[in-house]
């Protein structure tokens, strides 16, 4: 399944260690914004070793399902920075 | 119809018109990213107002469609700036 991981994280150091820690599961489409292709098994991994990496008072993340046929409906504006399905991408 | 809007504005006054242009459709949960509840004809509307408002060769938007199915399975991880379905929130 596709998910759209989005965050806001207040902490500069924090912020890139969970960008590199990101870019293991998927592409980085915008500047807070990752595209990934996780088995559920992989998202709650994820998801476990995700809340270990923010300050839950002062971060968020939110992770969004995308379905087979919503992922045919995504758009984009202005500048494309790569997609997951552009790319030959692969999933660690 | 639920979409999530996550954007990249690289000009600060630009960015600033969006995110208010953006606030009359729906509720930010992050600093670049909205969820909408949008119609196809909203939908529309909106793709072509974003448009007049960004740089095409510096900005980017994008809108991820989110299933009635996929809603119910958003994850969010620390803090929890609010989401439209809490909120009463008037779509214009």
Redesign the interface.
């Known amino acids: 399944m596709m998910y759209?991981i989005?965050?806001?994280i207040t902490n500069d150091k924090r912020r890139r260690k969970l960008t590199k820690y990101l870019e293991s599961y998927g592409v980085r489409?915008?500047?807070?914004?990752f595209e990934t292709e996780l088995s559920r098994e992989q998202l709650s991994i994820l998801?476990r070793e995700?809340?270990k990496r923010?300050?839950?008072?002062?971060?968020?993340?939110?992770?969004?399902?995308?379905?087979k046929?919503?992922r045919k409906?995504?758009?984009?504006?202005?500048?494309?920075?790569g997609s997951y399905y552009k790319d030959d991408f692969l999933i660690i």
């Open positions: 759209v989005s965050y806001d489409v915008q500047y807070s914004v998801i995700l809340k923010i300050d839950e008072k002062e971060d968020t993340i939110r992770i969004y399902p995308i379905s046929d919503a409906s995504i758009t984009t504006l202005g500048k494309d920075k």
